[in-house]
């Protein structure tokens, strides 16, 4: 056989032996929690009362509630591949069947998550498949880097992903106080209940695995997050702040248009706020286990913006 042939056959580790017993019961109680709060975005949100009720608005606003939403639904599938190779990872790690399980929740629920954005999108006019800007093409394979993700153990991974959850979390909070349409509200809502069990999972994982954490892993952990933050979340994600000038103008005043319509959007100044004060709350979590987070000079420091992103 060719070289580059045996190049392209992936090797399969043994996935043997499964371990089918129960190990983490609050793990477990994730699962079940999942089954219970199941959700189907195709029918339990009536997107042609959607439709209706936005047919009015004018094409601008639309148009900047659609690309609101079809960023939203890009960020959510971004979390699909690194949800794969968790799985994958948990797979041949041997873990225990709850962690299988809720790393296949997660997988299933950020599609969903995508879903109800894409059928939002679709609502107020048209789901953009791709990014319009070239810059967010660069952007999006860059959320995830399985570098950086095999550099950590599975859990300590798993846990910085989870503070990332928190971030977007009380940012989704904002944006469901800004919809004024039900059915935007409602996929907030339910999306929402999904990553709250997100969040718990991180919070077991803390409590669990960091005391056993090397302080070298630990600042690891910290640089990860804040990398994460600065090389794609920034930029464009969960704020505009990294974007270069002239797109970040454009998209900051299409969030804000989409914001002052009710639609289900945050303000660019007020992303950084939340984000500041998400920040802090972060640390203080980690606090009790001695895993720096660095500053975030951007937002938080002396290149903090000074004026309000739309009007720069
Ligand atoms: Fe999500
Ligand atoms: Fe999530």
Request: glycine share 6%; aromatic share 8%.
């Amino acid at each position: 056989m060719e070289a580059s042939m045996l190049e392209e056959t992936v090797q399969n580790p043994n996935p043997y032996p499964v371990v089918g017993k129960l190990h983490y019961e609050d793990i477990w109680q994730l699962c079940l929690q999942a089954r219970e709060l199941a959700w189907d975005p195709a029918r339990d949100i009536d997107w042609d009362a959607l439709k209706r009720e936005t047919a009015d608005l004018p094409a601008e606003a639309r148009a900047a509630g659609a690309e609101w939403w079809s960023l939203r639904a890009w960020m959510e599938h971004g979390a699909t591949p690194y949800g794969a190779e968790r799985l994958r990872q948990a797979i041949f790690e041997h873990l225990p069947f709850e962690v299988k399980q809720h790393v296949s929740n997660f997988i299933a629920e950020e599609l969903r998550h995508h879903e109800a954005s894409f059928r939002i999108a679709d609502a107020l006019g048209g789901y953009q498949p791709s990014p319009r800007s070239d810059y967010f093409q660069m952007v999006i394979p860059r959320f995830h880097d399985e570098k950086d993700e095999k550099a950590m153990s599975f859990y300590a991974g798993m846990a910085v992903n989870t503070l990332f959850e928190q971030l977007s979390g009380e940012l989704l909070s904002a944006r469901y106080k800004n919809a004024v349409y039900p059915e935007i509200k409602k996929a907030c809502e339910l999306i929402l209940r999904d990553e709250a069990r997100h969040i718990q999972f991180g919070r077991i994982l803390m409590r669990r695995f960091f005391a056993d954490l090397s302080d070298e892993e630990k600042v690891r952990l910290g640089e990860k997050f804040a990398k994460k933050l600065r090389g794609s979340l920034l930029n464009g994600v969960y704020a505009v702040v990294n974007l270069p000038r002239e797109e970040r103008k454009r998209s900051a005043r299409a969030r804000a248009l989409a914001a002052e319509h009710g639609l289900g959007a945050t303000h660019p100044d007020e992303e950084v706020d939340i984000i500041v004060s998400a920040l802090k709350a972060i640390r203080a979590d980690v606090a009790p286990y001695d895993v720096p987070i660095p500053e975030i000079a951007e937002i938080e420091g002396d290149g903090a913006p000074k004026g309000t992103l739309a009007a720069e």
